[in-house]
């Protein structure tokens, strides 16, 4: 495209005065700065056919909300993520326990009945002049009140490989069996103190049970 040539300045008659002249080019020179100004004018003017600067304004917000939301999700996921590992690192570390006590539990369970048998022998013979009676109801208590209290401490941490806090949360999500009887997502009440003061039940007060008829476990 070639360059539009400057306006031409119109002669000066000659017959004017110095006074006419210096007007008429004052004139001359007003106009064309108004023309200079025109097309300045119309070249900064944005393009009709670009967004109008709301839209644009509104599609940046549109996008940091985007990135806010997609950030919060992933860090949802990483809280997610932490809280399974930890869950199933309580689970390992209570099911060697469990194993354990049980073995504690079976161990003196079938010492019980051996020591019934020594005490009852060693009564027979007398050394110490005890009744058969006594022997066997001093050995018995002991071994049933060992055997107790494994079995209580297997029971107790058997409880922790049940995956408790993680189905909590994903009952709050609405994920799996509990998801009826757990908090909704927005509420600001704990799942663990919900379960544990309102524990799940079916309409008859019984323990809920699944579609195949099958008994909830609790969380």
Do not use: N
């Not at 539009?4 to 007007?23: C, Q």
């Not at 300045?40 to 644009?56: F, I, M, Q, W």
């Not at 022997?135 to 107790?156: E, H, P």
């Amino acid at each position: 495209m070639q360059p539009v040539p400057p306006k031409a300045t119109p002669p000066v008659d000659k017959g004017l005065s110095d006074t006419e002249r210096e007007a008429l080019k004052a004139q001359v020179r007003a106009r064309e700065a108004a023309r200079r100004a025109r097309l300045k004018a119309e070249a900064e003017r944005p393009d009709d056919d670009g967004p109008e600067p709301d839209v644009v304004e509104a599609l940046q917000q549109l996008g940091a909300t985007s990135k806010a939301g997609a950030k919060a999700a992933l860090d949802a996921t990483k809280a997610f993520r932490s809280l399974v590992s930890a869950d199933f690192s309580l689970a390992r570390s209570a099911l060697g326990r469990t194993l354990a006590f049980t073995g504690v539990a079976i161990a003196f369970g079938g010492s019980a009945w051996l020591l019934l048998m020594a005490a009852l022998i060693a009564v027979l013979s007398g050394p110490f002049g005890m009744t058969i009676t006594g022997a066997v109801l001093v050995t018995a208590i002991m071994s049933c009140l060992v055997t107790w209290f494994a079995g209580w401490q297997a029971m107790r941490y058997f409880e922790h490989t049940r995956m408790q806090a993680t189905r909590r949360q994903l009952a709050r999500l609405g994920i799996g069996e509990l998801a009826d009887f757990m908090p909704e997502m927005d509420s600001a009440r704990s799942a663990r103190s919900s379960a544990r003061d309102e524990p799940p039940a079916g309409p008859d007060g019984k323990p809920p049970r699944d579609e195949r008829g099958v008994e909830v476990t609790p969380p």
